[in-house]
């Protein structure tokens, strides 16, 4: 058990109990088939083992290999739908799969979220201009294993706007991930964000959040990226989550266009992304997406 969990904390576990009534008599192991079964039972939270770990871990090094190739390839004057053909046969070549293609009847193999637009971009027609910035957001199964990330990238020269939206964003997730610990919680994780980003006069995005993933798209638990200190679920070794802030330059309200998917800033301000996927460990924190920030 973390030596960082205080004797009259509540249990890692989940049991609801002070930790020294609960598992520091037990002597029980953060992955114990009874952690397990009481994180299933109460959060419907799957904690991953070692095997599960390494599959996702291989799932998450093709998709950063796949972002590193869009950060060598996106510029001024290609299409988003350019961008989609890059990340489907460079998936497909390396024995992955595009998880967003087909689903809930997404249309294409990436989501492509430029300027305004906060998240679920379909690729298209649109010539990607000098000035843009451009959230590229990539999920990829890989032998029955889901990891998904996301990068906001320039084009050309930023302006002051674009530069401060895509710098507050970026470390808003540094912040969220250094809050990842076991004994700490999803609250802390969104605290952590929102009192960041607020100091800068940007605002969070609440309608989308971060969420549990491994063996399915999404699962538990909802990972906000707002929130109080010691809020929400016990964060324990083998929980597997995205933490991926949407930060707005202007306010937080957003709207969904015609098309059922994209969605776009109310006010018109530009948004960006990033994300990673993280594993609770022993001590901290281990990005099995990883990509310098």
């Not at 020294?20 to 419907?44: A, H, V």
Request: glycine residues 10%; aromatic residues 8%; neutral net charge.
């Amino acid at each position: 058990m973390n030596d960082k969990t205080g004797r009259n904390d509540f249990c890692p576990c989940g049991s609801g109990q002070k930790y020294k009534k609960c598992c520091l008599k037990k002597d029980t192991p953060l992955r114990s088939p009874s952690l397990k079964q009481s994180y299933y039972k109460k959060y419907n939270i799957r904690i991953k083992d070692e095997k599960d770990i390494d599959g996702i871990r291989k799932a998450g090094l093709l998709v950063v290999d796949t972002l590193e190739k869009v950060k060598e390839f996106i510029k001024a004057d290609i299409t988003t739908d350019d961008i989609n053909t890059l990340v489907h046969e460079h998936t497909l070549k390396n024995g992955g799969i595009p998880a967003p293609l087909n689903y809930r009847n997404f249309p294409k193999s990436v989501c492509v979220s430029v300027n305004n637009v906060i998240c679920h971009g379909i690729p298209g027609p649109y010539i990607i201009q000098a000035g843009d910035i451009v959230n590229v957001d990539i999920t990829t199964i890989l032998d029955g294993y889901f990891a998904d990330a996301s990068m906001t990238f320039f084009i050309g020269k930023p302006n002051e706007n674009a530069q401060k939206i895509v710098d507050v964003t970026r470390e808003s997730l540094k912040r969220g991930m250094k809050a990842v610990k076991p004994g700490n919680t999803t609250g802390d994780i969104g605290w952590s964000i929102q009192s960041f980003v607020e100091s800068h006069g940007c605002s969070v995005v609440r309608e989308y959040v971060g969420h549990g993933i491994g063996f399915e798209f999404h699962e538990s638990p909802h990972i906000l990226h707002y929130g109080k200190k010691g809020s929400g679920i016990p964060l324990v070794e083998g929980m597997v989550f995205t933490i991926e802030p949407m930060i707005n330059l202007g306010n937080r309200k957003i709207k969904t266009e015609k098309d059922g998917w994209t969605v776009v800033t109310a006010d018109g301000s530009l948004s960006a992304q990033f994300e990673q996927t993280i594993l609770v460990t022993e001590n901290g924190y281990e990005s099995l997406t990883p990509f310098n920030l």
